[in-house]
């Protein structure tokens, strides 16, 4: 099994409509993020959590929320999606810097089609 | 990612040697990575260097470190046809603790 779980994997929905995708984790890692993949644009991050309690917006957050539900799991919700929207979402662990090299684990990817 | 700049298409042939470039803006950043992103998939860490370095060599992939103009390199020897991927280039924003992406680097190898 994979160690960073999304889902779904890919998802088409109509402007308006409210998503959520869900992530997540076996490695045990108290970092979370949600990253966007546009092409020739790379990952940009849209929330990040550092434990539970803990929730930043990242560069790109309008338009986005996220729910930090347990040390494992993360999910991100658009509330009324748009077609700018469409675009690779990826949920991302890690340990911090300090106690490793600060490296990210990323699933597998969730292909979110607004229409 | 507009911190992080790296071209975004390279082309080589099988056999030969890859260059991928990237500079960087945060020159107090512990770590600099290279993230590989094959098709349909997520992005696996390919290698790291530590800012205290100039050289890491790890099989066929050499990473070279000029923190005077913040630039990195990663070479990859004798590529191969499974090499094709998007390679990115990442820094770690001390300032922020977080990671900051390029914008992907597509190489191509021509069998």
Redesign the interface.
């Known amino acids: 099994d994979a160690d960073?779980t999304q889902t779904p994997r890919n998802r088409i929905t109509k402007t308006g409509k409210r998503i959520m995708l869900e992530c997540s984790q076996t490695k045990g890692h108290d970092r979370m993020?949600w990253?966007r993949q546009d092409p020739?644009?790379?990952?940009?991050?849209i929330y990040?959590s550092?434990d539970v309690k803990d929730i930043n917006k990242?560069e790109i957050s309008d338009g986005y929320s996220v729910s930090r539900q347990a040390q494992a799991k993360f999910s991100l919700s658009l509330e009324s999606a748009i077609p700018n929207q469409t675009a690779l979402y990826?949920c991302?662990t890690?340990d911090?810097?300090g106690q490793n090299?600060?490296?990210?684990f990323?699933?597998?990817?969730s292909r979110l089609t607004v229409l | 990612?507009e911190d992080?700049e790296q071209s975004?298409f390279l082309s080589v042939r099988e056999g030969d040697s890859s260059v991928i470039n990237c500079t960087y803006t945060d020159s107090s950043s512990?770590?600099l990575?290279w993230?590989k992103q094959e098709p349909?998939?997520?992005?696996?860490?390919l290698t790291?260097i530590f800012s205290n370095m100039d050289m890491k060599q790890d099989q066929r992939l050499t990473v070279l470190l000029n923190k005077k103009d913040k630039h990195l390199s990663l070479r990859i020897a004798d590529t191969q046809t499974g090499d094709s991927a998007i390679y990115?280039c990442a820094e770690?924003k001390?300032s922020y603790?977080?990671?900051?992406?390029?914008?992907?680097t597509s190489l191509s190898v021509i069998p």
């Open positions: 960073v993020y990253y020739g644009l790379g990952l940009r991050l990040y550092f990242g990826f991302a890690s911090p810097v090299t600060g490296e990210l990323f699933g597998e990817g | 990612g992080v975004l512990t770590y990575y993230y349909g998939a997520g992005l696996q860490l790291y990115f770690e001390t603790d977080k990671v900051i992406f390029g914008p992907g």
